[in-house]
Structure formats: C-alpha cells, structure tokens
C-alpha cells in the first residue's frame, strides 16, 4: 500500500524527471501537473496545520503525563538554520 505523502513524492520526482530530461520549455501538460501537485501539497500542509493546532495539544497533554517529552513540529526558521548548520 502507498501512502499519500510517498504518493506525492513520486508525482514530484516523475514531473521533475520529465521536466529535466526533455530540452525545450515545459509541455502545457507538464505545467498543468505542477499546478496540480502544488494544490494536492497545500492541502496536505493545511492537513497538517489542523492536525498541530487540534490533536496536538491533547496528545502532548498525554505524553507529559506519562513523564514522556512533547512532539515539538520544527519550524520553517528552526528547519532553515538546521540546514545553513549542515545537520540533518
């Protein structure tokens, strides 16, 4: 079974892969497949968004309570310096 995230991960490699290997400008198609792929990401990012800004509260409320460190999301900042420090 795929899951939606390795779903969109091979959408964006095939678009990238055929976008990358043809010599002229990106076919209409091609184009309309990104417009696509970057609606089909927001949606998953605004997922997200309500699952940290709802579920997350409660579950960290769980996790401390049984002595346990709360899920902190990395910020897009946090993310950015991790990356300029070479950490992965």
């Known amino acids: 079974m795929i899951t939606g995230e390795e779903r969109l991960r091979e959408n ?4 990238y892969g055929g976008v990358n290997d043809y010599e002229g400008r990106p076919t209409q198609t091609q184009v309309e497949r990104t417009e696509a792929i ?3 990401l927001a949606d998953v990012s ?3 968004d309500r699952w940290s800004s709802h579920d997350l509260g409660s579950l960290n409320t769980a ?3 049984k002595n346990l460190l709360p899920i902190e999301p990395l910020t897009q900042e946090a993310w950015e310096k991790q990356e300029s420090n070479g950490a992965e």
Request: glycine share 0%; net charge negative.
């Open 12 to 15: 964006i490699t095939e678009l």
């Open 63 to 65: 996790l401390t309570q």
């Open 46 to 48: 605004a997922a997200f």
């Open 38 to 40: 970057a609606r089909e």
